[in-house]
C-alpha cells in the first residue's frame, strides 16, 4: 500500500463547478500536510498548507481529518486555469527535514469551457 | 532572486555515460533535494542535504552521487547511466522562514537509450 494515496482522475469538470480531491495518509506519525499543483511539463509549487482546523485561500479550501488520516482539497468556481495535477504531499516529521516528505501520484484536473 | 535553478533541460544519454546535472539555489536555503518523477510514482526522494558537508540518501540513491560543497550548489552526478534513469529530474531547496515549502527548480528530462 502507497503511504499517500490519490484518485488519479482525470476529474473533468465544466468552468464554474465546484470539485473534490480526495487523499489518504497510512502513518498516523504524520505531522504536517500540504496540496501542491503541477501544471503540465513544469515543476511543483505549494499551492496550501492543511490545517487541523481547515483553511482556505480564496476559491480553495483544505480539510485535515487526522483521526481518519485523511485530506482533501476543495475548489469553488472551477476557472480554467486550476487545470492541473494536484499533489498530496505529508511529512511526517516536523520541520524541513525533506526525508521524511512523501509525495502522491497526483489528481489530474480538466476544467472545460 | 532566481529561486532554484537546473541544466541542462533536456538530455540525452547511451547507457554506461556519465554525466553531472546541476542546481543551484539563491535563497540562502540550508535544505536542497534530488527527486526522480516516473509515471505512477509520484516524486521519490533520490539524495538530500541538510547544508553544506552534509548529504545523505534518499529512497532511491542507487546509481546516483551528491556532494555539498556550498550552501548554492548541489549537483547530482550519473556514474553510469541505466535506461531506467530515464526520468525527470527535480531539485529542491527549503529553509529559513519558509522551511516548509519546497522550491523546485524547472527540472532536467533525461533519456537513457
Known amino acids: 500500500r502507497k503511504e499517500v494515496e490519490q484518485d488519479p482522475g482525470p476529474f473533468n469538470v465544466p468552468e464554474g463547478a465546484t470539485v473534490a480531491f480526495n487523499c489518504t495518509y497510512s502513518?498516523?506519525?504524520?505531522?504536517?500536510f500540504f496540496w501542491y499543483r503541477q501544471d503540465c511539463r513544469k515543476e511543483p509549487k505549494l499551492l496550501m498548507s492543511?490545517?487541523?482546523s481547515g483553511n482556505e485561500d480564496g476559491r480553495f479550501t483544505a480539510q485535515l481529518n487526522r483521526a481518519s488520516q485523511y485530506i482533501s482539497l476543495l475548489i469553488r468556481d472551477s476557472k480554467l486555469s486550476d487545470s492541473a495535477t494536484y499533489l498530496c504531499?505529508?511529512?511526517?516529521?516536523?520541520?524541513?527535514?525533506?526525508?521524511?516528505?512523501?509525495f502522491g501520484t497526483g489528481t489530474l484536473l480538466a476544467v472545460q469551457p | 532572486n532566481a529561486g532554484v535553478t537546473q541544466t541542462p533541460k533536456f538530455q540525452v544519454l547511451k547507457t554506461g555515460q556519465s554525466m553531472t546535472l546541476q542546481c543551484a539555489q539563491d535563497?540562502?536555503?540550508?535544505?536542497m533535494s534530488w527527486y526522480r518523477q516516473d509515471p505512477g510514482m509520484g516524486l521519490r526522494l533520490i539524495h538530500y542535504?541538510?547544508?553544506?558537508?552534509?548529504?545523505d540518501q534518499g529512497e532511491v540513491p542507487n546509481g546516483y552521487n551528491v556532494s555539498r560543497s556550498t550552501t548554492e550548489d548541489f549537483p547530482l552526478r550519473l556514474l553510469s547511466a541505466a535506461p531506467s534513469q530515464t526520468s525527470v529530474y527535480f531539485c529542491?531547496?527549503?529553509?529559513?522562514?519558509?522551511?516548509?515549502?519546497?522550491?523546485f527548480g524547472p527540472g532536467t528530462r533525461l533519456t537513457v537509450l
Open positions: 504531499v505529508v511529512n511526517k516529521a516536523w520541520g524541513g527535514a525533506t526525508n521524511k516528505l512523501i
Open positions: 492543511v490545517y487541523s
Open positions: 529542491a531547496s527549503s529553509g529559513g522562514a519558509s522551511y516548509n515549502e519546497q522550491f
Open positions: 535563497m540562502n536555503h540550508e535544505y
Open positions: 542535504s541538510v547544508g553544506a558537508g552534509i548529504t
Open positions: 502513518n498516523s506519525a504524520s505531522q504536517s
